[in-house]
């Protein structure tokens, strides 16, 4: 896991930077020029663990309203009809192959399921 780094020169916070040209991300500070390659492509990895219905609930309005997440409208939700989903890779222990896990973008359902 990633940790917050410092530039060695000005002891500022350094930012992740794609360095388009080369495909690598590096670590650049805001303040003076220094740069370095970075260690892992991870900048930043969230967690959810769920100890009750209500926190259910709102990562799924989360995951609806993301926009970086994939959507389709091949699907129909069982629930509501609705022909829109986002879908992400279910994280399957165990398993072999693939497991989609859809939430229905319409905002009165919420309704998920996998595939």
């Not at 994280?91 to 309704?111: D, F, H, I």
Request: proline share 4%.
């Amino acid at each position: 896991m990633s940790t917050m780094k410092f530039c060695p020169e000005c002891n500022n916070i350094l930012y992740p930077k794609e360095d388009k040209q080369r495909k690598i991300l590096l670590y650049a500070c805001r303040n003076c020029d220094h740069q370095e390659v970075a260690e892992h492509n991870c900048v930043y990895r969230n967690v959810v663990n769920h100890n009750n219905k209500e926190e259910k609930t709102q990562a799924v309005e989360d995951v609806v309203s993301d926009p970086t997440l994939p959507r389709t409208r091949s699907v129909r939700c069982a629930k509501c009809q609705h022909n829109e989903a986002v879908f992400l890779q279910a994280s399957a222990r165990g398993e072999e192959g693939v497991t989609l896990l859809y939430v229905c973008c319409n905002p009165n359902c919420g309704n998920r399921w996998r595939d």
